[in-house]
């Protein structure tokens, strides 16, 4: 049963990747379409929106659908969207590219672990659900640095056409090779599941995973055009860059691992802290090669580390409702990338370029004292 898993970990990747891919083409995307850098930035903004607001109650209807079938049909919409993205000719067609697979997203993450356990069973519940999340792992170390060298040498549509082929190909390969899931019984309604965010611990978890996301894409949304007007660098210089970003996060993911587990608010408030440090000293480090790779290292570890601290900090919070938590965490986390895009936008055409670093450490600064202030014994109570 392991080869199922793992496809629903690749087809996990080209998920990702769709969603991800376009911050290390921005630069060249806003040339093409003769828009500027924050403009072509709402791309990310509209994505994460629509994620953020449709997430939890397609996840909930579309719950009701037999698993292969709705994997194999997400697929084939990330194709369709990726290949119309390829031939966008001006930002509103581009938009709508964005905006089909922003529907598909979440419904794929929020039911994607729950049917690798309907795979394996409940005895290889763990192992199976980090498999699936090691797909956004090598979205980050892999999917967005390679997208941007494609788009460097062959033009940022190439960098979609590929995507639509992969996802085409992941398509074909769910449908002969992935095992048919029963349907789960949905007797509790989504209004029913509603009710834990009565909760005031809740309330403020599902708000740090929107302050953090934030601050987080601030400034990410705008790396590659960093390193490209600030630094200097080619495209294909920031394509490897974007892939040390991601590796460094191999190194996060298991570091916040085992600090979730320990205690999920002090993993946020820490991993915060240290982020806050390389989102600082990338601007004036910038062209020093020692000093930039080390802030990028803290900033890529750190961000990995947060990804998973994150979704495991909203599960722990409502164990009585795990799967409504996390999508919860991901509507309040995309959120949070859409905003970020546009303080990150705003920033840029107000106070510079060289400002982002700091204006995202301001909200990730935020994201440390809601942290903190979880904590409060008064709170408490209410995960019982």
């Not at 599941?193 to 309330?203: A, E, V, W």
Request: net charge positive; proline share 4%; glycine share 10%.
């Amino acid at each position: 049963m392991l080869l199922p898993i793992l496809l629903l970990a690749a087809a996990g990747f080209t998920v990702l990747t769709t969603e991800f891919v376009i911050v290390g083409l921005l630069p060249g995307i806003a040339r093409d379409l003769e828009v500027s850098v924050s403009q072509a930035g709402l791309l990310v903004t509209l994505f994460a929106f629509t994620v953020a607001c449709f997430g939890p109650f397609l996840t909930a209807w579309a719950a009701r659908f037999e698993r292969k079938r709705l994997f194999v049909g997400i697929l084939l919409v990330f194709a369709a969207s990726n290949a119309l993205a390829a031939m966008a000719d001006n930002l509103y067609v581009m938009g709508v590219a964005r905006l089909i697979p922003a529907l598909g997203l979440p419904v794929f993450w929020a039911l994607a672990s729950e049917t690798a356990v309907d795979i394996v069973g409940p005895a290889y519940a763990g192992r199976a659900i980090s498999k699936i999340s090691f797909g956004v792992v090598c979205a980050t170390v892999f999917g967005i640095p390679v997208g941007t060298l494609i788009g460097d040498a062959l033009g940022w549509r190439a960098a979609f056409a590929v995507l639509a082929l992969l996802a085409l190909a992941k398509a074909l390969l769910l449908y002969v090779y992935l095992p048919r899931t029963p349907r789960h019984n949905q007797a509790t309604s989504l209004l029913g599941q509603f009710g834990i965010l009565r909760s005031r611990l809740l309330q403020g978890h599902v708000l740090l995973s929107v302050l953090v996301f934030s601050g987080m894409f601030t400034a990410y949304t705008y790396l590659a055009d960093m390193l490209e007007r600030l630094a200097g660098f080619d495209g294909a210089l920031v394509g490897w860059c974007l892939m040390g970003f991601g590796a460094v996060g191999l190194i996060g993911n298991s570091l916040g691992g085992r600090a979730v587990d320990r205690h999920p608010l002090k993993a946020s408030a820490a991993f915060c802290a240290l982020m806050m440090v390389g989102m600082i000293a990338v601007v004036p480090a910038i062209h020093t090669v020692y000093g930039l790779g080390l802030a990028l290292a803290i900033w890529g570890m750190t961000q990995a580390a947060l990804f998973l601290v994150s979704h495991v900090r909203l599960i722990k919070a409502a164990p009585q409702a795990p799967a409504f938590a996390a999508s919860l965490n991901i509507a309040g986390a995309n959120l949070g990338i859409g905003l970020g895009a546009v303080i990150g936008g705003r920033v840029i055409d107000t106070l510079g370029l060289a400002n982002l670093g700091y204006a995202a450490a301001i909200l990730i600064g935020l994201s440390v004292l809601l942290a903190l202030g979880l904590m409060s014994p008064r709170l408490q109570p209410a995960t019982s």
